[in-house]
């Protein structure tokens, strides 16, 4: 179940866009202050989009309890959502995406709906059925890590040049 997390995590990086050091070399200094949003719902409203944005972080808000022991409770799943949401829009400071307060509610959002799909889930069951695994500090590690991994050694331009040689 940590190897499908980790797999999970690993696509939302790649679904949004999650900034590298490569992408940071290569920025045009002006494109940060252009594509800030830092007021709620300012700009035009993309149901599609916000719609996308939740459904992406339902599994996170689902597994997390499900995988870690002191992660259980309605505050710290929303806290690890913010937290994986914050890292993931501040890390598109480094490329080319947006960053947008929008996409951190709608993520939040969609941790507290996985989190309530479980407690749904064992109230229908009427199982509490845990995996408990793993510290609860290792999910801020693995997030962070995979993160790092990505961030350090992932050029998608780089291994596109290598490819198709432009």
């Known amino acids: 179940m940590l190897t499908l997390f980790a797999l999970y995590i690993m696509a ?25 949003n830092l007021i ?10 916000y719609g996308l944005n939740v459904v992406m972080f339902v599994p996170f808000g689902f597994l997390v309890p499900l995988i870690w022991r002191k992660r259980e409770k309605f505050w710290q799943v929303f806290a690890a959502g913010l937290g994986f949401s914050l890292l993931i829009e501040l890390s598109q400071l480094l490329c ?26 064992d109230k229908l069951t009427k199982s509490k059925c ?37």
């Not at 709620?40 to 989009?49: D, E």
């Open 12 to 36: 939302v990086y790649h679904v949004t866009g999650a900034g590298t050091i490569y992408d940071a070399m290569r920025k045009n200094p002006d494109h940060l202050m252009r594509n800030v």
């Open 40 to 49: 709620p719902f300012s700009q035009s409203i993309s149901p599609l989009g």
């Open 96 to 121: 080319y995406r947006g960053t947008d307060v929008d996409d951190l509610i709608m993520n939040t959002l969609g941790a507290i709906v996985g989190f309530l799909l479980l407690k749904a889930w």
């Open 130 to 166: 845990r995996l408990y695994g793993t510290d609860a500090g290792m999910l801020s590690a693995l997030i962070f890590s995979i993160y790092l991994g990505r961030c350090l050694l992932f050029n998608q331009l780089g291994l596109i040049h290598l490819i198709y040689g432009w």
